[in-house]
């Protein structure tokens, strides 16, 4: 048992040959000279391991000047976030069941996004309201769609009252 305060030597402290190193304000675990303030090195797997003893948060936080953010295990449900504590908000949020949310906390698909997308391309079915403008769409549309439409061929099938194939020439 040790008690008052513990002096390390001016050239540091060293355990093993790099067990665990601490110089110059850098701790090194597995390395014999540290090159950031927390440095890990093992020779099949890196691993920092961050354990709430309970249901709590366990993550990292980062910060800088301009802003901080958490990532880690929410606290009691087995999602991870990224939280934006300068803002509070939630930018990503993975629930339980892996469904991913982006500006969300309740994510009720694979993919969730609250607010705007913008992609150069989408592939396969499409459901909801689509609205403005792409150069072309190939696959099943259910929904809304809103915008200049300047294709000079649309090919719908109608689902209401079973009718048949529709195909509109503009």
Do not use: C
Not at 9 to 32: C, E, K, M
Not at 49 to 68: D, I, L, Q
Not at 140 to 150: C, E, K, M, Y
């Amino acid at each position: 048992t040790m008690t008052g305060a513990l002096t390390l030597p001016a050239n540091g402290l060293t355990v093993g040959s790099t067990q665990f190193v601490a110089t110059g304000g850098y701790v090194g675990i597995g390395i014999a000279a540290p090159g950031f303030p927390l440095h890990v090195v093992h020779s099949s797997e890196a691993t920092i391991r961050v354990e709430s003893p309970g249901t709590g948060y366990a993550g990292v936080r980062y910060k800088n000047t301009v802003g901080e953010y958490f990532a880690g295990l929410s606290a009691g449900d087995n999602s991870w976030a990224i939280f934006d504590a300068t803002a509070g908000l939630n930018r990503l949020f993975i629930n339980a069941s892996g469904n991913v949310g982006i500006g969300t906390v309740s994510p009720a698909s694979r993919l969730h996004v609250a607010g705007t997308v913008t992609a150069t391309a989408f592939s396969g079915n499409v459901t909801g309201n689509v609205s403005g403008s792409a150069a072309s769409f190939t696959g099943t549309l259910a929904g809304d769609v809103t915008g200049t439409q300047s294709a000079t061929n649309i090919a719908a099938t109608v689902v209401n009252n079973n009718a048949a194939a529709v195909l509109l020439t503009l």
